[in-house]
């Protein structure tokens, strides 16, 4: 069984609330690669990987098409992140001239095309998957497999249990 976790960086690991303390406390709330990762949803998604050891993770976060996807690999080693990167969605781009009644869907949730296209190339067998984000641009396929955090506070212990849950 595979299992897998797409995972948004914004407002799922770099969270509102710890970027303010960071600037209300005149402290650097960035690096090299940009904003940094709040300890707390960092400690959160290292609950779900040493539970789910064989979770693979795949990046969905818009980081992978602006500072690159290497960039993304180096930001794991350098910020000390757990687990290891499987992949990353690539951008979707709609094609509207062959598209019919999804229009309004291929606009609002293309992560969620991102999402399904991985799929169809990566797990064409049995598979379990998750998505944390902290939008909901997702296909209605795909809703039992979201789990919404909260860009406050990024993943919380309680998404992590509702994360190992679906992925176990
Ligand atoms: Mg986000």
Redesign the pocket.
């Known amino acids: 069984m595979k299992r897998i976790l797409f995972l948004?960086?914004?407002?799922?690991l770099n969270t509102y609330n710890y970027t303010k303390r960071l600037v209300a406390e005149g402290k650097p709330y960035r690096d090299e690669y940009g904003d940094l990762f709040d300890p707390e949803a960092v400690h959160s998604l290292k609950t779900i990987i040493d539970s789910v050891p064989d979770a693979k993770i795949v990046i969905t976060?818009?980081w992978k098409d602006t500072i690159g996807a290497d960039k993304v690999r180096q930001l794991w080693k350098d910020r000390d992140m757990p687990g290891k990167i499987y992949g990353m969605t690539k951008p979707f781009i709609p094609d509207f001239f062959s598209m019919d009644s999804d229009f309004e869907l291929a606009i609002t949730a293309g992560k969620g095309h991102e999402v399904r296209q991985w799929l169809v190339e990566h797990a064409k067998g049995k598979c379990r998957y998750v998505i944390l984000?902290?939008?909901s641009y997702f296909l209605p396929e795909q809703e039992s497999h979201q789990v919404k955090?909260d860009?406050f506070l990024g993943i919380t212990e309680a998404d992590a249990v509702k994360t190992i849950g679906l992925l176990e």
């Open positions: 948004d960086f914004d407002g799922v976060s818009t984000d902290d939008m955090v860009p």
